[in-house]
């Protein structure tokens, strides 16, 4: 069993900064793709951002230029710098890790931009 222990969220004013920090906590499993997904109310969970082992991205359009994903495989952590926040951005955010023994889910972290 792996369980993901999401960090960083909070209340931001639009153009604002957070950094999201998510940690793996079994070590020694062999880790593939992490990503950021997020789920605004009323609306489908959605990919965010996500980075391959070899450090591969992709970025959904709408954070393309304002978010970067980054990960420390030492450590199993992903994370995500979110730059010039929108409204719109407002979601939990979920981290999602897929290994060799399985596809896991963090809890969620509450991300509002509000003014």
């Known amino acids: 069993q792996v369980q993901l222990v999401e960090s960083g969220g909070g209340l931001v004013q639009p153009g604002g900064s957070l950094r999201l920090s998510c940690v793996a906590s079994?070590?020694?499993?062999?880790?593939?793709?992490m990503g950021w997904y997020r789920q605004a109310p009323g609306k489908q969970r959605e990919l965010v951002a996500r980075i391959t082992s070899g450090g591969t991205t992709n970025y959904a359009d709408s954070v393309k230029g304002r978010f970067t994903i980054s990960r420390d495989n030492a450590k199993n952590t992903v994370y995500l710098q979110m730059n010039s926040l929108k409204l719109e951005d407002t979601a939990v955010y979920y981290c999602?890790?897929?290994?060799?023994?399985?596809?896991?889910w963090g809890q969620g972290t509450q991300v509002t931009v509000s003014s």
């Open positions: 079994r070590s020694r499993i062999s880790i593939t793709t």
């Open positions: 999602r890790v897929d290994s060799a023994g399985g596809l896991y």
